[in-house]
């Protein structure tokens, strides 16, 4: 054996480096037979105003060819929610608040935990509540109820292992071309398989094979999903149930959330109506901007299926309308902040809502509300803590009478008293603006006597017009409020 012979790998790699042998090694490997070989495309240069839209069907929440999930807590209203939305499809109409891209819209719910009188009491109240009419659906709403032996099942899970039932999906997929379905909703995911739900790789597998179902039908897939046990508190997508395998598959996923309790006391609701207030946000809005939460209320619907012929009552059920939470600043105009601002500047008013003296009734009073109701209570705070926000007012600490140190509320910038200012819509944003030659703290002169505080008295208070002219100024607080005669303010 010559030494040439005799050199073996150790050798060679000693001389040229065992990374410049790695690499040739990889780049050496054959490729796979009976595999076509892998090439990059360059890119083809696009006017923009020549790509497509992307297809949406039902506002920015659903979006052809692709999957959406619904994620939401049992009991919550999410069967109502999705048979408002597929009246809505159906009809064309935008019963709650979205837009229905494209005209009417062929819906498939198929149910597979209810049965069908069940969904059709859903169905009927949302129909009688927005007097949805059946030539309005006819021939584009379908429903099958896996509880009536409608069964679906798109994978298994046995001692031969984990496997897709492909015949299933291409019989949707060949059933949702023939009806030509927009959107097919499935109610709930977990009873659509029977794989290991926790499992990412296998859930994987199954939304993808929905998603490439939903791309060959042009349609949307909509699974909806329960949230875990553990998922307490506001649901968001990570709060679905099992693998997030399927919520990373989806393009949108809408979470359903009850009114929280701190909400509910701060917009003046009871307790035990808040129940009925849930929102709906896209809590993965990867194609669109995220929408702000829609907020809707439950309300009844009695079907009139009493016995006596309707003479008595029916089965009352729950159907979703669209709902807006309250703006504090509704109806209150810059006058309204001038005014509270003249009465706060000339008195001293606490922080403290619990308080005799407390500023908020001040507010109530100028903007004729009742500080002892709830709602309007609450109103009043949200009201203050805008104001004390953007600086209309601010709080120092100080001690009171017996020398012990409170939070007052007092004066922050002055509203300036001409028509710009007041078109800026300062009673909303609290852009006060401190007013030239006016001191601070010191507006103009409110009257004859001294302003005592809430508990105290009613004043009378004298308003001059000062620098505002007569133009700028109503006596309905359109503008500020002012008038030439005595007023009783509080």
Known sequence: MTEQEARDFA?????????????????????????????????????????????????RWFLRGTIACVVAPGGVGKSTMLAG????????????GKTVWDGPNRVWLWNLEDDMDELA?????????????????????????????????????DDSG???????????????????????????????????????????????????????????????????????????????????????????????????????ERLGIPQEDRRRYISVADDKANRAPAEKADWYKLVSVDLGNGPMDGHAPGDSIGVVEPWKVPDPFDDVKPGHLLRIQQLIDAGEYRENAQSPEWAGLVVAQVLDLNADDKADKGRIKQLLAGWLKEGALATEERPDKKREMRKWIVVGKHLQHTTAALEKGAARQGAAVEPQNLPHH?????????????????IEVRQNRGAAGADDLDDDGDAIGWNDKPRTIF
């Not at 009976?34 to 105003?49: C, F, L, Q, V």
């Not at 007097?131 to 709403?141: I, T």
């Open 11 to 59: 050798d060679v790699g000693k001389d040229m480096g065992d990374n410049v042998i790695r690499a040739a090694i990889k780049a050496a490997r054959p490729i796979p037979a009976n595999s076509d070989a892998i090439t990059a495309t360059p890119y083809a240069w696009r006017d923009p105003s020549s790509i497509p839209l992307r297809p949406w069907a039902y506002g």
């Open 85 to 96: 939305t597929a009246l809505a499809l159906a009809s064309g109409r935008p019963l709650l």
């Open 121 to 157: 009491r859903s169905i009927q109240a949302a129909a009688k509540h927005y007097a949805v009419e059946p030539v309005e659906v006819e021939g584009r709403l379908f429903v099958d109820s896996g509880m009536e032996g409608s069964t679906l099942c798109t994978a298994v899970e």
């Open 162 to 264: 984990f496997r897709l039932l492909l015949p299933v999906y291409d019989a949707l997929t060949a059933e949702l071309i023939r009806r030509e379905i927009d959107v097919l909703v499935v109610d709930p995911f977990v009873s659509s398989h029977e794989a290991e739900e926790n499992a990412n790789t296998k859930i994987d597998k199954i939304a993808k094979a929905w998603g490439r179902v939903a791309k060959a039908a042009n349609c949307v897939i909509v699974l909806v999903h329960h949230t875990s046990k553990a998922g307490a508190g506001e649901v968001t997508a990570l709060s679905a149930r099992g693998a997030v395998a399927l919520i990373n598959a989806s393009r949108s996923t809408l979470v359903i959330n009850r009114m929280e309790p701190e909400q509910a």
């Open 442 to 458: 010191h507006p103009p002169p409110v009257g004859v006597g001294g302003c005592g505080t809430a508990a105290d008295k009613k």
